[in-house]
């Protein structure tokens, strides 16, 4: 009876720690500029390049399994369009090499239109976890044709939970305009070419990080091994 009851107490206790792991994943959804802002037809590669390479090397930082974090990938243009959904890949090789394939669409710039494609056919979709937190990352040259529609459609997202991370690059992004959609304005990235996104990758891996230990804080470390206990009673010989 006893050795019975120590299993099922040893189970119990590991199945809540699984439960605490999972409530610990994040859903990654990457959303990529790919208007005419960034490149005007396929010859005009070198911003678009460089914001692949970002989400691409975040990526490859990222923990991606079918247990710990899934990713996705979107872009926007005019419209928004889905490269793959959460359940796609579960390494962060695989889902960094889809990340350098995507292609432009070279048209206006619509952000909303890419949040709401990611509302419609990345959240809620196959998986995409209720345990999991969903973290929107739009990566962009921080200026849209649709400020205020980008605005609600941001709000929208945030108000269901979801944690929006926008990144900008080129002397035309707008700060405020990035503020408007981000979920803190703390953790708006910036930077003034291109070619300066490498130099971020590692700030942008701690902010989604963050969002993991605020969402399952680690153990502290072990205390001392406490007194020993009364020595019981001899049994019947």
Same mark, same amino acid.
């Given at each position: 009876?006893?050795?019975?009851?120590?299993?099922?107490?040893?189970?119990?206790?590991?199945?809540?720690?699984?439960?605490?792991?999972?409530?610990?994943?994040?859903? &990654? #959804?990457?959303?990529?500029?790919?208007?005419?802002?960034?490149?005007?037809?396929?010859?005009?590669?070198?911003?678009?390049?460089?914001?692949?390479?970002?989400?691409?090397?975040?990526?490859?930082?990222?923990?991606?399994?079918?247990?710990?974090?899934? &990713?996705?990938?979107?872009?926007?243009?005019?419209?928004?369009?889905?490269?793959?959904?959460?359940?796609?890949?579960?390494?962060?090789?695989?889902?960094?090499?889809?990340?350098?394939?995507?292609?432009?669409?070279?048209?206006?710039?619509?952000?909303?239109?890419?949040?709401?494609?990611?509302?419609?056919?990345?959240?809620?979709? !196959?998986?995409?976890? !209720?345990?999991?937190?969903?973290?929107?990352?739009?990566?962009?040259?921080?200026?849209?044709?649709?400020?205020?529609?980008?605005?609600?459609?941001?709000?929208?997202?945030?108000?269901?939970?979801?944690?929006?991370? $926008?990144?900008?690059?080129?002397?035309?992004?707008?700060?405020?305009?990035?503020?408007?959609?981000?979920?803190?304005?703390?953790?708006?990235?910036? &930077?003034?070419?291109?070619?300066?996104?490498?130099?971020? &990758?590692?700030?942008?891996?701690?902010?989604?990080?963050?969002?993991?230990?605020?969402?399952? $804080?680690?153990?502290?470390?072990?205390?001392? #091994?406490?007194?020993?206990?009364?020595?019981?009673?001899?049994? $019947?010989?």
């Amino acid at each position: 009876y006893i050795l019975l009851l120590s299993v099922i107490i040893c189970a119990s206790v590991v199945t809540a720690q699984d439960d605490d792991d999972d409530a610990c994943t994040l859903d &990654v #959804t990457f959303l990529l500029d790919a208007s005419d802002s960034i490149g005007a037809d396929s010859q005009d590669l070198y911003k678009w390049n460089y914001l692949k390479e970002f989400a691409a090397d975040v990526t490859r930082k990222l923990d991606i399994s079918r247990e710990d974090i899934h &990713v996705a990938a979107a872009k926007f243009s005019n419209v928004g369009r889905v490269e793959f959904i959460l359940s796609r890949y579960y390494t962060a090789s695989s889902a960094a090499r889809a990340i350098e394939g995507m292609t432009l669409i070279s048209e206006s710039s619509s952000v909303s239109a890419g949040i709401r494609k990611v509302d419609s056919d990345i959240w809620g979709r !196959d998986g995409d976890r !209720d345990e999991a937190a969903n973290v929107l990352v739009i990566i962009s040259d921080g200026r849209f044709d649709d400020a205020t529609d980008a605005a609600v459609a941001a709000n929208k997202a945030k108000g269901r939970g979801v944690i929006i991370i $926008p990144v900008g690059a080129g002397k035309d992004a707008s700060e405020n305009l990035m503020e408007t959609i981000a979920s803190n304005d703390n953790q708006v990235i910036i &930077v003034p070419d291109f070619d300066e996104l490498d130099s971020e &990758v590692n700030r942008l891996v701690d902010y989604i990080d963050e969002y993991r230990v605020d969402l399952c $804080p680690r153990p502290g470390p072990t205390g001392n #091994t406490g007194a020993t206990g009364p020595t019981g009673s001899k049994g $019947p010989t």
